[in-house]
Nanobody, 127 residues
Framework: VQLQASGGGLVQAGGSLRLSCAASGRTFRNYAMGWFRQAPGKEREFVARISWNSGSIHYADSVKGRFTISRDNAKNTVYLQMNSLKPEDTAVYYC?????????????????????WGQGTLVTVSS
């Protein structure tokens, strides 16, 4: 599956952005989808994950209550609504697809469990 993230940009602290990730090439609903991010000089970290039918959702503690992941299987797209953004949210955001349907946050957080990922989109939050 090919993944293309979009929607990044420059925003002031406290602002909002909505990221989108369009999938193509395989049946989108067969995959759980995750968002990861990588800040300059840091390792890539888990942000959120949604199961194929939106029945299981996990968030990193750092974004819980501020970010919302959702998906539209008819449009082959997964979203990440980001509110109350902070400068520490500055990073390149990547969407990733996983063919396994394991409803465990410990599993969701491990990037090597995902099968596909695309080019990221840069989010910059100014203070």
């Amino acid at each position: 599956v090919q993944l293309q993230a979009s929607g990044g940009g420059l925003v002031q602290a406290g602002g909002s952005l909505r990221l989108s990730c369009a999938a193509s090439g395989r049946t989108f609903r067969n995959y759980a989808m995750g968002w990861f991010r990588q800040a300059p000089g840091k390792e890539r970290e888990f942000v959120a994950r949604i199961s194929w039918n939106s029945g299981s959702i996990h968030y990193a503690d750092s974004v819980k209550g501020r970010f919302t992941i959702s998906r539209d299987n008819a449009k082959n797209t997964v979203y990440l609504q980001m509110n109350s953004l902070k400068p520490e949210d500055t990073a390149v955001y990547y969407c990733e697809a996983d063919s396994q349907h394991i409803p465990s946050i410990a599993y969701a957080q491990r990037e090597n469990n995902y099968d596909y990922w695309g080019q990221g989109t840069l989010v910059t939050v100014s203070s």
